[in-house]
């Protein structure tokens, strides 16, 4: 059973970064996986924040380009967000997400992220 653990997540103040992580187990073709981070902020619908695929590509929502960088490390399993210049709005908890080359998607436990002053 592949199981996706966040850590990283905290209390910042606005114009401050954070470097979320997400660590892969249960699974030995990590580097076949689709990663990506999504946020859910109170009241909100689940948004994406940011893709790696297995072919190495990135993608971010408008609301985090330039201020966001996906990363990801297929020998330790692991995928990253780093947040630079965070805002109030970007206050939410952040949820990885991998899908297999078999489609089957599987979640985290999410991680909190506060921006705050």
């Known amino acids: 059973q592949v199981q996706l653990v966040e850590s990283g997540g905290g209390l910042v103040r606005p114009g401050e970064s954070l470097r979320l992580s997400c660590t892969a187990s249960?699974?030995?073709?990590?580097?076949?996986?689709?990663m990506g981070w999504y946020r859910q902020a109170p009241g909100k619908q689940r948004e994406l924040v940011a893709t790696?695929?297995?072919?190495?590509?990135?993608d971010y929502s408008d609301s985090v380009k330039g201020r966001f960088t996906i990363s990801r490390d297929n020998a330790k399993n692991m995928v990253y967000l780093q947040m630079n210049s965070l805002k109030p709005e970007d206050t939410a908890k952040y949820y990885c997400?991998?899908?297999?080359?078999?489609?089957?998607?599987?979640w985290g436990q999410g991680t909190q992220v506060t921006v705050s002053s």
């Open positions: 249960g699974t030995r073709i990590f580097p076949q996986y689709n």
């Open positions: 790696f695929t297995r072919d190495r590509i990135t």
């Open positions: 997400n991998g899908v297999s080359i078999m489609r089957l998607s599987y």
